[in-house]
């Protein structure tokens, strides 16, 4: 069966360096807040075009802690795209502020078009969701955020080194928010996230918010949390960003190889904005008879998925919110067809060569 994904290939890649790395931090005798996670964090903020990275625990809690350090809460609104992951929303209602839905594109990011008449006196700011690894339209979403005088955040969890007009995603706006989750591009070896940011002033507010809101030991100026990035996570998500640019480039590299070898009138393939990058975390076709498909491939051996079954604006905790089925149109349409086929890093041409035949052949 070819695997949706394989976490052990892409360990593989690079296991020895992963290996000396543990036992290095292992037999360091310091296992939190320590140099790994300070070099983690200006090697990953160089990587990612910005001044600061503030590693946290997990992506979650990135968005959490960035929002709140924003001062967003009660009684304030923030734009984010109603076919995002659940945890973009949760970052914004966790700091009780209200999370506003706006439609999807064509390309699976929130419409640039449709985020102004969402905007109200209430709104703080956009947070966007770089979808299955598409970078949105930034230029445009930049200007309404700027022209209205509310914040841009970007939730980078899917989208490692994207770029929307030449300029990675992360680097954009306010703050970018990024997950290690291990099927994430730049996945580590359990949890972890990192907040990107060229502000000093909130890289110091987001250091003590992770660690007990803590400023100096045992003096603690806010209600922080503990979302400390440990230094083991820290040390082997080092390797990953050394080997940033290669990852990125072999999950391209086999999405266009779909790209220009998978022809069948009743599979549609993914669509890339102008000016905007693609890393292929997700490779998401659209079927029509999605079921009928994905039983199909799984008998020519292809593990699919669905990412995600339920749009979060229908998802429970957000039923007081009074959103129905039919608010957002192309959001139901995407989400009635979407099927995830594997890409990972690690996969065989083999593998991909199965993939591409059994689509060609699907009827
Ligand atoms: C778009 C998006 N945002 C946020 C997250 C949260 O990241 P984490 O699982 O590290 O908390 C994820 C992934 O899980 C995600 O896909």
């Not at 309404?144 to 954009?172: F, P, R, T």
Request: proline share 4%; aromatic share 10%; hydrophobic share 35%.
């Amino acid at each position: 069966m070819v695997p949706i994904n394989s976490l052990m290939r892409s360990f593989r890649l690079h296991q020895a360096e992963y290996e000396e790395k543990a036992l290095e931090v292992l037999r360091s005798g310091w296992y939190v807040l320590g140099k790994e996670v300070a070099q983690f964090e200006e090697e990953f903020a160089a990587l990612a075009g910005t001044k600061y990275s503030i590693g946290v625990d997990n992506g979650l809690n990135a968005i959490v802690l960035g929002i709140k350090a924003l001062g967003i809460g009660e009684g304030d609104e923030v734009i984010v795209a109603a076919n995002t992951y659940i945890a973009t929303v949760l970052g914004v209602s966790l700091n009780k502020a209200t999370p506003v839905f706006v439609d999807a594109d064509e390309y699976h990011n929130i419409d640039p078009a449709k985020i102004e008449s969402a905007i109200t006196e209430k709104t703080k700011a956009v947070l966007v969701t770089h979808f299955y690894g598409q970078a949105c339209q930034m230029k445009q979403i930049k200007e309404i955020c700027d022209g209205n005088n509310i914040y841009l955040l970007e939730d980078c969890a899917q989208a490692h080194m994207a770029e929307s007009y030449g300029k990675q995603v992360g680097s954009w706006g306010i703050m970018g928010f990024f997950s290690f989750y291990p099927t994430k591009n730049m996945g580590g070896f359990g949890d972890g996230g990192a907040i990107t940011t060229d502000c000093e002033e909130l890289s110091t507010k987001l250091r003590a918010l992770r660690n007990y809101g803590s400023t100096q030991r045992y003096k603690n100026d806010y209600e922080g949390h503990n979302a400390r990035l440990d230094e083991l996570q820290a040390g082997l998500l080092r390797i990953k960003i050394k080997h940033g640019q290669e990852i990125t480039n072999e999950r391209i590299r086999i999405a266009g190889r779909y790209m220009s070898e998978i022809h069948n009138p009743k599979i549609e393939l993914p669509m890339t904005a102008s000016k905007c990058t693609h890393v292929y975390h997700l490779f998401v076709v659209q079927a029509a008879d999605r079921d009928r498909f994905r039983t199909y491939m799984a008998e020519q051996g292809v593990s699919t998925d669905v990412h995600y079954p339920t749009p979060p604006y229908l998802a429970r905790p957000y039923a007081p919110l009074g959103y129905g089925r039919e608010d957002f149109p192309i959001t139901k349409r995407l989400y009635s067809k979407i099927v995830s086929i594997p890409i990972f890093n690690g996969m065989t041409d083999e593998e991909q060569q199965i993939v591409i035949d059994a689509i060609n052949h699907y009827q």
